[in-house]
């Protein structure tokens, strides 16, 4: 974690004030518990069965069931007397004198589903909690600020965390101890659930003032080695050379040349990985280091090939796992989340552009069209999260994991009958069960007899083997993988978290914009084969601002200009955090320049102004987490790790230099001198752990050129040649790019551009009135010749 460096001295002086030993149980899938932790094997053995939903009596029901979480609701009838994170159970904590339990996870967490079967449901614990504590239940995905000040704490304390994060509090809502997963019973050395109950409440009893004084002292220390600020406006002359080379160095020096990905088992796509080593890529192939460029490029289209032939890539119905228990890609962890698909989409969009290479394209839209068909809403909104686990039949008591997804080799021959034998090769598939490629795939035997599909060689490979043409082959695959579809549309599925993210909406809507264009420069005689659907590019423009008109309608105040953070049966309490403003923007400038909607560029700047009123540290520069309005909000943290999630920070200094290459004067240089300000708050970081860091870097970059390129394109935003210079525009990958588009005769538009940038203004209204199109590519204060056809603004665009 980013802030670990900083915050894990904070604390040192903490643990000596409880009075019993505590080790951190490991948050891991159970898949990889063994390896990491061999003592808790039998443990977490124990509880394999345990890893479904709530099925406890209903004859239990506590605050929760008025609660519009999913997460919270499945908890609604516990035995355990729940509170939500709010006044009333803090409260009730002071009114009895006991302390708080705080569970936080997610809906769609296996181990927050295990802890609920072996405690929650568990009458025992529910009496030792309810007589002793007031428990309050927390989705980390509705109340990220909640989340982050006791993650870092336990982080802190015991250098790492996970979830379902379990910690107990004061009544004034200061740490007393934490851990994450805990088992119901004593095992093997680790303390069990209720003994850490047992405990707790008799440290409480005895020693509450050193308690509540080890609190405090905990949090006022982490308030202070968080509270980073920049010692000057500017960055060093060659830190954007420094950090960039470094991160990549790191992370070329951790590349795994068999499997790819950087690091070892488990993996985690972290597409923030792959857009650094592209994005220096191009910097060394325009310094004319070939050589160092194709290998960058060797290991990033590694690693996409191998993540999207492998397990942890739904090939039956498309899009991403969380991650992979095994080094291989294989055997994922099931659940599929929203800011994961967003960004992966996007990657291999980049990577299309940059080799030219349908294969990447087709992945994108893999994803892209899982989500239309699976994760959005009648009113455009997209869905955050599908579980890990669900039944493998109506009948079932407990759910599994991954038992939507996987095969046995007999429901495929019955399924696919003469193609079964074809299928089942391409795909690894045995009747004794395929998840034996790594000793971490599956160290339980949980799924012998079971298939996660697996593509061992190329597709082409597997076709001259079988002695078929590629495309005769992949549409027998294809048709294959739409049976298989079909039938697994009649299991139960997987639960589905319906709430509304803003920033993992923001994501997306992105990588739908970019979709927009950069798929139409795919061949137009690419033939697309289940589950991906071959839609028009344009489609996926119009799925972006249905979503992005959700947002502006359900969470947005026009009056305040504030956005609430999520929403699922009405906006939630929280409001709009750091991240929900900077990947909306990021989202919403994307939908300006690819979709051309100047709506969309003035809600931007308006959503722009708010974040800083809100968030920015004017003095110290960067961004807070947080408005810092909730008083029950401990910590006011400026988040910097780029990790599952890009930081708020990092994608507000892109948004920042966007915004600087958009608007003309004194408006542009406060974009940027605010960029600088930001990136100098983090310099230390980016200097010395540039790797945590990766999107900052290229942001670092980005603020060193000169001039970004402008292309301004004037004319006719529906004339077929207007479209084929806008194709034209995006047809390279460039980060360093800013695309324009103005129509000269619509008077709105106009104005606008007269107020933020007068010089576009002019340069939209001086072009000849009867063209259909006319494109100015500017930099450097210099624009070339107006140019008026696709191929001519290609030439201008390519050179050196």
């Excluded at 006011?636 to 990790?643: A, L, M, Q």
Aim: aromatic share 10%; glycine share 6%.
């Amino acid at each position: 974690m980013a802030l670990l460096h900083r915050s894990a001295t904070a604390v040192s002086l903490f643990v000596s004030a409880f009075p019993f030993p505590f080790a951190l149980p490991s948050p891991h899938s159970r898949r990889t518990l063994t390896s990491l932790l061999p003592k808790l094997t039998m443990t977490t053995s124990a509880s394999a069965s345990a890893s479904g939903g709530s099925t406890a009596s209903t004859r239990h029901t506590n605050r929760l069931a008025s609660e519009h979480s999913p997460y919270l609701l499945q908890h609604a009838h516990n035995p355990v007397d729940w509170y939500p994170w709010g006044e009333e159970a803090f409260q009730a904590a002071r009114k009895r004198d006991v302390p708080i339990f705080l569970s936080i996870g997610y809906s769609t967490c296996h181990w927050c589903h295990v802890m609920e079967v072996e405690s929650f449901e568990d009458e025992e614990v529910a009496k030792l909690l309810n007589d002793s504590f007031v428990s309050i239940k927390v989705d980390r995905e509705e109340r990220p600020d909640v989340d982050k000040v006791y993650m870092t704490f336990v982080q802190a304390l015991y250098g790492r965390g996970g979830w379902p994060l379990s910690v107990f509090l004061s009544p004034n809502l200061k740490p007393i101890m934490g851990g994450t997963y805990f088992p119901p019973d004593d095992k093997y050395g680790q303390l069990g659930f209720k003994t850490v109950l047992r405990k707790v409440k008799q440290a409480w009893d005895t020693k509450k003032e050193t308690l509540e004084m080890g609190g405090t002292l905990a949090i006022d220390q982490l308030t202070e080695a968080l509270s980073i600020s920049a010692k000057s406006t500017k960055v060093s002359e060659d830190l954007a050379h420094r950090c960039l080379k470094q991160c990549v160095d790191q992370l070329t020096s951790s590349y795994d040349p068999k499997f790819g990905g950087f690091g070892p088992a488990p993996k985690f796509p972290r597409p923030v990985e792959d857009c650094v080593m592209l994005y220096q890529h191009i910097k060394l192939m325009e310094s004319g280091k070939d050589s160092e460029a194709r290998e960058l490029m060797r290991m990033v289209t590694h690693t996409l090939q191998c993540m999207a032939r492998g397990g942890i890539h739904d090939h039956v119905g498309g899009g991403f796992h969380r991650y992979s228990v095994d080094e291989c890609w294989h055997v994922p962890h099931f659940e599929k989340m929203l800011y994961d698909q967003g960004q992966i989409v996007n990657v291999y969009l980049d990577t299309f552009l940059i080799t030219g290479d349908g294969f990447y394209s087709s992945i994108a839209r893999d994803i892209l069209d899982y989500l239309r068909r699976e994760m959005i809403g009648k009113e455009g909104e997209i869905y955050s999260a599908e579980d890990a686990d669900s039944y493998e039949n109506e009948g079932s008591s407990r759910k599994k994991e991954g038992a939507f997804y996987i095969w046995s080799s007999e429901e495929i021959d019955e399924i696919l009958g003469e193609n079964a034998n074809l299928f089942k090769d391409h795909y690894y598939i045995k009747s004794s069960g395929n998840c034996d490629l790594s000793r971490m795939s599956d160290p339980h035997g949980e799924f012998k007899g079971k298939n996660v599909l697996f593509e061992r060689r190329p597709i082409s490979y597997m076709a001259s083997k079988h002695g078929m043409s590629l495309g005769e082959y992949t549409k027998v695959l294809g048709d294959c993988r739409r049976k298989l579809f079909l039938e697994r549309s009649r299991r139960p599925r997987p639960h589905l978290d319906d709430k509304v993210i803003v920033s993992w909406n923001g994501l997306v809507i992105s990588a739908l914009a970019r979709a927009s264009q950069i798929l139409q420069l795919e061949p137009k005689d690419m033939v697309f084969h289940f589950p991906v659907v071959g839609s028009a590019p344009s489609e996926y423009l119009q799925v972006a601002e249905k979503a992005v008109s959700f947002i502006r309608g359900k969470l947005y105040d026009e009056i305040t200009h504030r956005l609430q953070h999520s929403f699922r049966n009405g906006p939630s309490k929280a409001p709009g955090f750091l991240d929900d403003y900077a990947f909306l923007i990021s989202g919403l400038l994307d939908l300006y320049e690819y979709g051309g909607n100047t709506d969309w560029l003035h809600w931007a700047i308006q959503l722009q102004s708010t974040q800083d009123e809100l968030f920015l540290d004017r003095e110290g520069g960067g961004y807070f987490n947080t408005p810092g309005e909730d008083p029950s909000v401990l910590l006011r943290v400026k988040e910097d790790h780029d990790g599952a999630e890009p930081s708020g920070n990092s994608v507000s200094a892109i948004n920042l230099i966007r915004f600087a290459s958009l608007v003309g004067g004194d408006r542009a240089d406060t974009y940027k001198q605010t960029a600088e300000h930001l990136l100098a708050v983090f310099e230390a970081r980016l200097t010395e752990q540039s790797v945590a860091v990766p999107l900052m870097c290229c942001a670092a970059d980005m603020l060193s050129v000169p001039s970004r390129k402008q292309i301004v394109l004037v004319g006719d935003k529906e004339a077929p040649q207007y479209k084929e210079m806008l194709a034209a525009a995006f047809a390279s990958y460039n980060t360093n790019r800013t695309v324009v588009q103005v129509d000269p005769k619509d008077t709105e538009e106009i104005d606008f551009w007269e107020k933020i940038n007068p010089n576009i203004a002019q340069m939209a209204c001086s072009g000849p009135p009867d063209l259909p199109a006319v494109a100015h590519v500017c930099q450097n204060f210099m624009c070339s010749p107006p140019v008026i056809s696709s191929d001519e603004l290609k030439n201008v665009l390519n050179k050196k």
